[in-house]
C-alpha cells in the first residue's frame, strides 16, 4: 500500500513539473523570411564607336578638259604665214599659263611649286613682251590674250578640293607646258624671223625642265 501511495505521490509531481515546464517553453513566433533580392545584371559600357574619319575623294589624275590640245596644231606648214600665226597663237597660249600660274601661286600648299610657277610666270611675261612686239610688227595688229580659256582653266581648278589642289595643279602647268613645248619645237625650226625663232628654241628647252620638275614633283607627292 505504501509502494502505491509512494508511485501515485512520483505520478503527481511528474505531471506538475511537467505543466511548470510547458509554461516555460515560448513557442517561437514566425521567423522573418528573408527575401533574396534579385541580382541586377549591369549590362556592360558599350565600346565608344570608333571615329573613323573620313576618306579623301581620291583626286583626278585628269587636268581640267579645258586645257585643249595646245597651239602646236593650229600652226601652218606655210613659211610664209607661220610667224604671224606662231606669235599670235603663243601670245595666247602664253597669257593661259600666266594666269593659272597667278592663281596657283596664291593656291598652292607647297613652297617649290609656288616657286617655279613665280619662275614660269616671269619668263612667259617677258616672252610675251616680245611676241607682242614682233606680231605688230609683221601682222600690223595687236595679239590678244585667251582669257575665256584661261578663265576656263581656273573655274575648274577653284572646284578642285584643298587636299587635291598642287597635285592637280602640278599636272595642268605641266600639260599646258607640254604644249608650249609642242609649239615651241615647231617655231625653232621654222620661225623666219631669227629673234623670234632662237626664242622658240630658248623656251623650248626651258618648258621641258619646267615638265621634268612637275613631273618630279608629282611622283614624290602622291595624292
Known amino acids: 500500500m505504501r509502494y502505491v501511495k509512494w508511485t501515485l505521490v512520483m505520478a503527481i509531481l511528474v505531471l506538475a513539473a511537467s505543466a511548470v515546464y510547458a509554461e516555460c517553453v515560448v513557442c517561437p513566433g514566425p521567423q522573418p523570411v528573408k527575401v533574396a533580392c534579385p541580382t541586377v545584371c549591369v549590362a556592360p559600357c558599350p565600346d565608344p564607336c570608333p571615329q573613323v574619319c573620313p576618306q579623301p575623294c581620291p583626286c583626278p589624275e585628269a587636268v581640267p578638259a579645258a586645257v585643249g590640245a595646245g597651239p602646236a596644231a593650229l600652226l601652218p606648214c606655210d613659211a610664209c604665214e607661220f610667224d604671224p600665226v606662231f606669235a599670235r597663237n603663243m601670245y595666247a597660249h602664253n597669257s593661259v599659263i600666266i594666269a593659272v600660274t597667278e592663281y596657283g601661286m596664291t593656291r598652292a600648299s607647297d613652297a617649290n611649286l ?35 580659256k584661261a578663265q576656263a582653266v581656273i573655274d575648274q581648278l577653284a572646284s578642285t578640293p584643298a587636299n587635291c589642289f598642287d597635285a592637280v595643279y602640278a599636272r595642268t602647268l605641266a600639260e599646258l607646258l607640254r604644249q608650249s613645248n609642242s609649239a615651241d619645237l615647231v617655231g625653232g625650226r621654222m620661225a623666219l624671223t631669227p629673234a623670234m625663232r632662237q626664242q622658240a628654241q630658248f623656251l623650248s628647252r626651258k618648258s621641258a625642265d619646267w615638265v621634268f620638275r612637275l613631273d618630279r614633283w608629282v611622283a614624290q607627292n602622291p595624292s
Do not use: F, H, T
Open 114 to 148: 609656288r616657286d617655279i610657277s613665280s619662275e614660269i610666270r616671269g619668263y612667259m611675261v617677258s616672252a610675251n613682251s616680245k611676241l607682242q612686239s614682233w606680231y605688230g610688227a609683221i601682222a600690223c595688229d595687236v595679239a590678244s590674250p585667251d582669257c575665256l
